[in-house]
């Protein structure tokens, strides 16, 4: 007896990811936020091409966009990993369960790093909470095999909030200190990592020829209002660079043993 098969239906977010021009801004989103302009010049279309591809890929929330705060006419385009994840996996089990992401499974990040330190530099402007934070959160998610350090461009005093945030959920760094970026000039770094558009837009130099990222996220600290909204504030990008920090760490696994 033959077995009637359901119509066939290819899931939208394989529709999505299959044109060859959406894939390429995506591959380019893996490694750093950019704004529309340079990713018209990185991939070397037409802009309004590039606008519409990037406006579908907005509208199923696998690009987020931000105005950039140094530049207002510029936007900051990112990839969403979550939602990227979950679309995938999600319409992978459609096509068979064991294609599908195992329940309860939480994605840990185990390094297997060579001997020489990898050295990372979060800048932002006052360095007083979002690279704060990102110190003290990859060299947690690290366990220590990461060498993580932030500065500033104007630095001022670290924010309680920055604090108190990430204690809740476990990671200390009450015992860290701004400081100004001029302080590590002439020192080498695998990755230098920008969590302010400012400070990305200034273009600080380093010797060598250290990765850059750039990841574009609000000041939390600029927020006003009662404190429970600007802890929220903190409490968002904490979580934001959190979900980056797990991605950045696989990748800093994937490129060091490529190198190796």
């Not at 406006?55 to 696998?62: F, M, W, Y």
């Not at 969403?80 to 939480?106: C, I, Q, V």
Request: proline share 6%; glycine share 6%; hydrophobic share 35%.
């Amino acid at each position: 007896m033959s077995v009637a098969l359901a119509p066939l239906r290819s899931p939208g977010v394989f529709k999505l990811l299959a044109h060859d021009l959406r894939w390429n801004i995506l591959m380019l989103l893996t490694h750093s936020d950019y704004s529309g302009q340079e990713l018209v010049r990185r991939l070397q279309q037409p802009q309004n091409l590039v606008s519409y591809h990037l406006r579908l890929l907005h509208e199923q929330d696998v690009v987020g966009e931000r105005r950039s705060t140094a530049d207002e006419r510029s936007i900051y385009y990112s990839l969403n990993l979550d939602t990227l994840r979950t679309l995938y996996f999600s319409s992978a089990g459609e096509l068979h369960p064991a294609l599908g992401a195992p329940e309860g499974e939480e994605q840990e990040a185990k390094l297997s790093l060579p001997s020489k330190p990898v050295r990372v530099l979060f800048l932002c402007t006052h360095n007083s909470a979002r690279s704060q934070m990102a110190e003290g959160i990859l060299r947690d998610l690290s366990g220590g095999k990461i060498e993580a350090y932030s500065a500033g461009s104007h630095p001022t005093d670290l924010h309680p909030l920055a604090v108190q945030t990430l204690a809740a959920i476990g990671i200390d760094i009450s015992q860290q200190q701004p400081k100004h970026l001029d302080q590590f000039y002439g020192q080498s770094f695998d990755y230098i990592v920008t969590v302010c558009d400012r400070v990305r837009e200034s273009r600080p130099t380093f010797p060598g020829d250290p990765e850059r990222v750039h990841w574009s996220f609000s000041d939390p600290a600029a927020v006003e209002g009662p404190e429970e909204e600007q802890y929220r504030a903190f409490e968002q990008v904490a979580l934001q660079l959190m979900t980056r920090m797990r991605y950045l760490v696989i990748l800093i696994e994937r490129e060091k043993k490529g190198k190796s």
